[in-house]
């Protein structure tokens, strides 16, 4: 076995015209106040594999153009559709007016293990600030909550990690 070279796979990558083209899938994502920009540049790579639909930047989330998320987006936050708004209630009512609904990930009174949510499509994830979580006023418009489960003593794993194993299980329930 060898592992294909950088030039070998880019090769068979579809150009970035190609790529903002494509369908995408009826996911959302809302960053309600994610501090850390290397997260946020973590999370545009992961929504640009998944073909998310569209990346709302809220609170004190940072938005490009950063050094900080340009390192681990590696482009990526050119070619996912997002926008910055102050306030993550406003974007979740105009979507829930759309019939988009809306998931947090969250450690909640009633969340369920995420490999066992039907989420409905489409559907917008909430993640939240990395000590603090999804904020009160978010919490108390979702439709759902949805969790990892956690074995050992760490209450929850990096917002961006999380991110990933939730996106890919969406996109293999779509």
């Known amino acids: 076995m060898k592992k294909r070279s ?24 809302l960053l309600d106040n ?14 640009d594999a998944v073909l998310l639909k569209k990346l709302y930047l809220c609170g004190i989330t940072g938005c490009p153009p950063r050094r900080e998320i340009s390192k681990t987006a590696l482009g990526a936050e050119e070619l996912v559709p997002w926008e910055y708004n102050e ?37 917008c994830f909430v993640f939240g600030h990395e000590v603090n979580g999804v904020s009160d006023e978010v919490m108390a418009m979702a439709d759902m909550a949805v969790e990892l489960p956690m074995l050992g003593r760490a209450n929850s794993l990096n917002v961006s990690v999380c991110y990933g194993i939730i996106m890919y299980d969406a996109l293999n329930k779509i």
């Open 6 to 29: 950088h030039k070998e796979i880019l090769k068979k990558k579809p150009s970035a015209a190609k790529v903002r083209k494509k369908k995408r899938n009826p996911i959302f994502a």
């Open 34 to 47: 994610v501090r850390s920009l290397y997260n946020v540049g973590s999370i545009f790579r992961t929504s």
């Open 87 to 123: 306030s993550a209630v406003e974007v979740l009512k105009k979507l829930k007016k759309e019939g988009v609904k809306i998931a947090v990930v969250e450690l909640a009174n009633n969340s369920v293990e995420y490999s066992k949510a039907a989420y409905g499509y489409p559907v």
